[in-house]
Every structure is written in C-alpha cells, then in structure tokens.
C-alpha cells in the first residue's frame, strides 16, 4: 500500500520544491509550488517579501492584472509572446504570506500545465512604483490524480409527480452541488422500457444552467409536441398516454469538483392523455391566514403549474400596495402554493398578482394555449399581463 502511493508523494514533492540545489524544501528564494486545496491542486507562490505582499493588497488588483503576471497555461512550455493563448481563468488571493491560484475548474488528472511569475509585469502594475529584484523559475507539472468524492446527488425532479401529461413540456433537474459544463445530454436519457428514446430533448450543448449550475431545464423537443408539424409527423410525438418511461441521469455525470455522482438517478413516471387547456384562476381555491399570525396563505389550484414559474410568479400586495415579504414553497405535486410572511399577518383587504405568463407542465399559459391553432385570428391584446385576485384578512382573527 505505501508503494502505491509513493510516485504521488514523489511527485507533489519535486513539484513544491525542486530537485536542484537552490530550491531544496527549506529554500528562501521566492517560489511556485503546488498545494492541495479543498477542491483538488492549487498553486502558491512562497517566500515572496511581505513588503511585496502591501503593495499587492494596497493596489486591489483586478482579475486581468492577476493573469498578466501570474498567469497559468495548458501545455508543458510557455506560450510565445503575441500569440492569442489565453491564460486560464480562476480566483488569486494573498493568504498568510504567500499568493494562491486557485482555478475555476479544477485541474484535470495527467494534463500539463505550465504557471510563471512575471515580476516585471507586477511592477508595472503596482500603483506605488515599488521595484523589487525577485527570481521566480516558471513550474511546469502535471495535475495528479486524486480520489474521487462522488457525494454530489439529484436532488429532485420536477414535475414530482409519477403522472404526467403526454404533452409534457420540461423537466427541472436539481443537483445537490453545482455541476461541470459540458453537454448534460450525453448523460441524461429517456426510456421506454429498455429502449431508448431518440431525441426527445432540445439539445443546447452547454446546458440550460441556472445561475448556480444546480438547476437543468430539459425541454422535450417542441416539434414533436405540437400536432401536424415537421418533427411530429416524421418521428412522431415523444410521450405516448399509457405508456411508461424512466428518466435516467447516469453516475459518470461530473459535479464542478470533477467528481461523478453518488449514484445513477431514475425516475420512473407513466403517461397520460395531453392537456390541451389553459390554468383556470377563478377555479384555484385560496385559504386566508389568521391576522395576527404567520401562518401560511395557501392556493390550491386547479391543475399542477410549472414549478419554477410559481415560485416566481404569484406576488402578495398588502393594504398599502407593498409586497409581502416571506417565504414560498409549491408542494403537493406543484398543486398547492404557500406564502408564509416574514411578518405577522395584519387585519385588510390584500391582493395576488398573478403574471399571466405562468404555465402549466404542458406550457400552457392563462388564455394562451401551447400548441395554438394558428389559423384563427389571435388576439394577444386580450390577454393582460396581470390577474389580479383579492382576499381579506379580517380583525380579531377572522379571514
């Protein structure tokens, strides 16, 4: 077991400190050295003067004065001057005397790279004309591999339920850690049985990405869902009413630490016919709070909504026109909507905005269908941005 992991050791020591004679592990000439992070490899540069060290931190250094003279490259040899290569891209900070690079993705196992330490180009840079006379040798090395940490899981699947339409619009794909760019589609499936199904999604090479990286949108491809179009008639629609399909996110799926999943994921959902009706506000059911209280408003409505356009969507006005501050959560199979305030609940009347761009798992909004018939006349004038819904909240308790 010790010889296993020798060449590893060997490797971060030589790395950090050299073979030669003037770069022994107890040298105090200014250095590049690779570390262990949190997320994998850094790299740090050691012995450099503290006065050095103020003159960085005075300057408050942008990102691109970073690159200019600690830059860090693919490859084994330093790009030549004028060419277009660029620098990689991660966070700089000075922590207890030393710089640390810490890269925006992490390192990949038995890839080259190559980090200098350009003292010219931070003179230049620094607003005090500080000269110091430092020389740091470039480090080319070799990211080693490390274990890997598969904890990162789906989280949760939207729509919940193991029901869904045959029209279904999308999926919401919640992972526990933000995950690696890349095409999600080479790893995330759609069965019918053990056949799979061809290209059921819109495949963005890149992911459709909430600002985290936890959340992917997968929108089932829109020419097989609307009726009498190309796609539709040529492959025919994606969901059949009755059938059974699992949604599969494999293991080999990479979190942004590198590390694959825990575990493959499948959700198993069936089939049934298409929803071809728009969301009904005069049939969703609303349950006014106690004044006095922070219990929840609650809206029961009348169809399973779009679990990301709920939360976004639906606004609380108190008496005075301001907004309800508190915390939302759509549950129950996207059927049921809670608000519960910040603040305890005040006797008046209140009022719900409700952004008529909302949908339906099918897509369908208020007054406006998915799949249009478009040759009617279409009247989008008729449909207001807003409905707007009014309830009260009585004294002494009552609602």
């Not at 890269?103 to 003179?123: C, H, K």
Request: no cysteine; charged share 20%; glycine share 8%.
């Amino acid at each position: 077991m010790v010889l296993q992991f020798f060449p590893l050791v060997l490797l971060y020591f030589f790395a950090a400190f050299g073979t030669g004679p003037e770069q022994g592990p107890f040298s105090t000439q200014p250095r590049i050295v690779v570390a262990a992070g949190p997320r994998g490899v850094v790299l740090e540069v050691r012995q450099l003067p503290a006065g050095l060290l103020e003159s960085i931190k005075r300057t408050r250094l942008n990102s691109r004065q970073w690159r200019r003279f600690f830059p860090v490259f693919t490859g084994h040899l330093l790009p030549e001057e004028n060419t277009n290569k660029h620098a990689m891209l991660g966070s700089y900070t000075i922590d207890g005397g030393l710089i640390k690079f810490v890269p925006r993705f992490p390192f990949q196992a038995g890839m080259a790279y190559t980090a200098t330490f350009r003292t010219s180009e931070l003179i230049k840079i620094l607003a005090d004309k500080t000269t110091f006379d430092l020389d740091v040798a470039p480090l080319s090395f070799e990211a080693p591999a490390r274990e890997h940490l598969s904890t990162t899981t789906v989280e949760a699947v939207y729509p919940s339920s193991d029901i869904v339409h045959a029209n279904l619009l999308k999926f919401y794909i919640f992972f526990s850690s933000p995950m690696a760019e890349g095409n999600p589609h080479e790893f995330i499936h759609l069965y019918k049985g053990k056949e799979k199904v061809a290209l059921p999604f819109v495949e963005v090479k890149t992911g459709l990405w909430d600002g985290k990286g936890q959340r992917l949108t997968l929108f089932f491809h829109p020419g097989r869902l609307k009726r009498e179009v190309g796609p539709n008639l040529a492959l025919g629609p994606i969901l059949r009413a009755g059938g059974t399909y699992r949604l599969v996110v494999n293991s080999a799926m990479r979190d942004r630490s590198g590390n694959p999943l825990a575990e493959t994921f499948e959700k198993e959902f069936r089939v049934v016919a298409a929803d071809r009706e728009s969301p009904e506000v005069d049939a969703w059911r609303f349950v006014s709070p106690a004044a006095g209280t922070r219990a929840p408003l609650q809206i029961q409505f009348d169809e399973a909504l779009d679990q990301a356009l709920a939360l976004r969507f639906l606004t609380v006005l108190d008496p005075h026109g301001d907004l309800v501050d508190g915390e939302v959560h759509v549950g129950s199979g996207e059927t049921v909507w809670r608000l519960a305030p910040t603040a305890p609940w005040t006797a008046g009347e209140y009022k719900i905005q409700i952004n008529s761009n909302i949908e339906d798992l099918a897509g369908n909004r208020l007054g406006q269908l998915f799949e249009a018939n478009l040759t009617r006349e279409m009247k989008p004038a008729a449909i207001q941005p807003f409905v707007t819904k009014t309830f009260r909240i009585g004294p002494g308790g009552k609602s």
